[in-house]
Structure formats: structure tokens, C-alpha cells
């Protein structure tokens, strides 16, 4: 048994609407079919997600898919996504399909609304006083990780993981980075690290002025983007997306479609670093200390 949840992201005055999604399988051969439409918009972004739990986890890796998915998908009827299955059979397989029309609630930042860097687009949200990246950051050469040895390194070159070692979730979701990298070997809170020119790693500070902002500890709804869990709101335009984490352990992923995680640029214990998380079991703004060398989200903040 195959079932199909619908999801949708924020939009400035209506959402996208997924709708008669459907599907067919020939062999091992699965062709999703699903209408979109958005009041505002002519295109969006469509983002698959896979469960084989029963929506515990949303982690599967489905390999490689073709036809109306990724950005740019034009509204209508009758779009198609056809991707190959190569595993063994599971009765609790569960598939989100996602329109992002990549317009949040809240206003860009004044003069500032979108920024160019290393090749891609970002989009500002003016959140209170502060100007935030609407999107987390993807800049840098992929790594993949498949040992607690696969670390990041001092050489020159701006190194990411990729959510399971593919580039497709470093597209829809950001890179993952290990906080020296992330902070580009630095340890002053507020470095540029890999941030562009003017913009910043966040500080615990500003955090906790964003967690403010969205209403105190219990505020995660406001800054999760649409669709990621029930009680997502995205009224702060943040647009957080539950993109996982790389575990320094043994070098795997974990938690994609159930936490997002942040980079703080302040430290905490030896050899431990800061982060805030969001999390799809509640809507609270959380704080904690992390092993430096796990790959985490990075949102940055203007200067």
C-alpha cells in the first residue's frame, strides 16, 4: 500500500495547493501524478519526500527522479514525477509531495531583498529589527560522509555534506556544515565564516532575539516553514525546513523531515559548540551545546 499526503508551503496571501495526486506503478517503475496552483505565482518548487514507517521518519532515499519535480515547475494540471523503486516491499510507505512558491509571510529586507552569492539566489526576510537569510545556506564543493573520519578541512575550499551524500537535498533543504567550517576556523562570535560579504554566523544573542521575535520559547511555529508539521505557521517568513543533520559518530544522517538545526556562532563547553533546533514533536525554540564536528544548517545574518 502506497498513500500520498499532500503538503504545502507559505505564500504571500494564499498557498500553493497540490492536489489529485495520484500514482501508478509498471514494474518497478512508479509515475506520481498531481495538479498545483497558486493564486500569485506561475512557477514553484516541488519537493518529494519518502517514508517506509509510516511517517515516523521521512529520510528514505528514493535515488533519482525525473519530470516535475525541483524548481521552476509550472503550475497546472497532469504534472508528472517518475522515479524508479529498488527496494523491498513495505506496507506502511508513505510519500509528502511539497509545493514551496518560495514567497513567505513578512517583507524582505528594504534595499535588500534577495542576494547573489557564489552562483545562487537568496532570498531576505526583515524579522523585527533583524535581516535573515529566508533560506539556509549551499555554497561549496560536496563531500560525502560515510565515516566519522570524513571531516571538513582548513584548505582552502568551502566543503558541505549533502543529506544522504545527494546533492538534490543540498538543493531543496541547504548544505550541512561542520562548525569550524562553518565559522571558516575561526572562533569569534559573529565571524563572516561562509557567509557572503556584509553577513554573518549568527550569535547566541541575535537567536534569542529572533526566539523573541516569534513569541518566546514556545514560538517554533511562526519561524517553520508551512507544511513540515502540523501546527506550522511561518507568519515570521523564516521558512525553517526540517533538513537533518550529519552525525559525527559514524559519519551518517538523521533526522530529515523531523528536526531543523542551526549553527550559533557562540561556543559552549570544550569541544562542544552551539546550535538551535526545531523539532516536529513541539513548538518550541531550543537551545543546546553539539559536538563541533556534526554537519549542521547555516543561516546567515546581515551585519
Not at 508551503?9 to 495520484?22: F, G, I, K, R, Y
Not at 582548513?154 to 556544515?177: A, F, Q, R, S
Not at 562542544?272 to 556534526?294: E, K, Q, T
Amino acid at each position: 500500500m502506497i498513500v500520498f499526503a499532500v503538503a504545502q508551503l507559505s505564500a504571500q496571501n494564499t498557498n500553493p495547493v497540490v492536489s489529485n495526486v495520484a500514482f501508478s506503478i509498471s514494474g518497478t517503475t512508479v509515475t506520481v501524478t498531481y495538479d498545483v496552483s497558486d493564486a500569485e505565482q506561475s512557477a514553484v518548487t516541488i519537493i518529494m519526500r519518502v517514508s517506509v514507517n509510516g511517517g515516523t521518519t521521512w529520510d528514505w532515499n528514493y535515488g533519482a527522479t525525473s519530470g516535475d519535480i525541483g524548481a521552476g515547475v509550472s503550475t497546472g494540471t497532469g504534472k508528472t514525477i517518475t522515479w524508479t523503486y529498488n527496494d523491498v516491499f513495505a506496507e506502511n510507505f508513505k510519500m509528502k509531495i511539497i509545493a514551496n512558491d518560495e514567497i513567505a509571510d513578512g517583507s524582505p529586507c528594504p534595499g535588500t531583498p534577495t542576494v547573489e552569492y557564489s552562483g545562487k539566489t537568496y532570498n531576505t526576510i526583515l524579522i523585527g529589527e533583524q535581516c535573515w537569510f529566508k533560506e539556509n545556506l549551499d555554497v561549496g564543493t560536496k563531500i560525502n560522509s560515510n565515516s566519522s573520519s570524513d571531516n571538513q578541512t582548513d584548505n582552502g575550499i568551502i566543503e558541505k555534506y549533502c543529506y544522504d551524500n545527494d546533492e538534490t537535498n543540498c538543493d531543496n533543504d541547504g548544505g550541512l556544515y561542520q562548525w569550524d567550517e562553518a565559522m571558516q576556523y575561526s572562533t569569534t562570535p559573529g565571524v563572516q565564516g561562509i557567509c557572503p560579504p556584509g553577513w554573518h554566523i549568527p550569535t547566541l544573542a541575535e537567536f534569542q532575539i529572533l526566539r523573541d521575535a516569534a513569541g518566546g520559547s514556545t514560538g517554533s511555529k511562526v519561524l517553520k516553514a508551512i507544511g513540515v508539521d502540523a501546527t506550522s505557521t511561518n507568519t515570521s517568513g523564516f521558512s525553517a525546513l526540517f533538513a537533518g543533520y550529519r552525525s559525527n559518530g559514524i559519519g551518517d544522517f538523521d533526522d530529515l523531515g523531523i528536526n531543523a538545526y542551526f549553527w550559533i556562532s557562540t561556543e559552549a563547553l570544550p569541544f562542544n559548540v552551539r546550535g538551535m533546533y526545531l523539532n516536529s514533536s513541539d513548538d518550541d525554540v531550543h537551545f543546546g551545546s553539539y559536538p563541533w564536528d556534526d554537519g549542521r544548517c547555516v543561516r546567515c545574518i546581515k551585519d
